[in-house]
């Protein structure tokens, strides 16, 4: 089994940024894909961003050349850096992460969770 911790959320003005961590324990996910999701009140929740082992990466539109995922294997954590952030990023981010080498876009294709981090942007 793999626990999944996020941390680094928090209130940030509008242009402001914040980076998020995914501290994983139980195994190493050195070799599992890797994603971070958003729910937005009253919304679905929505794929963000997602990077495979090899450190292959993959964005929905709306955060493209604002947010940075990446990995860190030796001590067993993946990012999220949040740049030039805007009132609609504000939503719980979640961590997931899925034993297979291929990343996915879809909710359904990941086998673990984590509890999620409260992202809030004032304007």
């Known amino acids: 089994q793999v626990q999944l911790i996020e941390s680094g959320g928090g209130l940030v003005q509008a242009g402001g940024s914040l980076r998020l961590s995914c501290a994983a324990s139980?195994?190493?996910?050195?070799?599992?894909?890797m994603g971070w999701f958003r729910q937005a009140p009253g919304k679905e929740r929505e794929f963000v961003a997602a990077?495979?082992?090899?450190?292959?990466?993959d964005y929905t539109d709306s955060v493209k050349g604002r947010f940075t995922i990446s990995r860190d294997s030796a001590k067993n954590t993946v990012y999220l850096q949040m740049n030039s952030l805007k009132p609609e990023d504000t939503a719980v981010y979640y961590c997931a992460g899925r034993n297979r080498l291929s990343l996915s876009t879809a909710e359904g294709g990941y086998d673990y969770w984590g509890q999620g981090t409260q992202v809030t942007v004032s304007s």
């Open positions: 990077i495979t082992w090899i450190s292959a990466t």
């Open positions: 139980g195994r190493t996910i050195s070799n599992y894909a």
